[in-house]
């Protein structure tokens, strides 16, 4: 098991945006033992953080060149759905991302 909080902490990664060292433990006497851990999460169906909205918008356009130069150069097309054809990112043109969809919500 964790021998303190420290340990703890930095097994889940809670404090990863602390820089090195500067993390101080509480001081909690050694006759205590703890009953109860809570972990607060995010949790609950997100949106795609902006990142990943830009790389799917990026994957959009790259499709759309492959399927041009595929007919313009004659290759079959015979196995590519119909739903690829036009196919856009459903988050083009958000500028925020990462927020609970309504999906999420109603999981909290």
């Not at 759309?64 to 007919?71: G, I, N, S, T």
């Not at 015979?78 to 196919?87: N, S």
């Amino acid at each position: 098991m964790f021998s303190n909080i420290s340990q703890l902490c930095q097994e889940y990664g809670a404090v990863k945006d602390i820089a090195d060292n500067t993390f101080v433990p509480s001081n909690v006497p050694d006759v205590w033992s703890p009953i109860r851990l809570n972990l607060v999460a995010r949790h609950g169906t997100r949106s795609p953080t902006k990142k990943r909205m830009r790389e799917v918008d990026k994957l959009a356009t790259h499709l759309e060149l492959l399927l041009r130069d595929a007919k313009e150069q004659n290759l079959s097309l015979k196995k590519v759905p119909a739903w690829l054809w036009g196919w856009q990112s459903p988050w083009k043109g958000k500028v925020t991302g990462g927020e609970l969809t309504n999906v999420g919500e109603v999981e909290l």
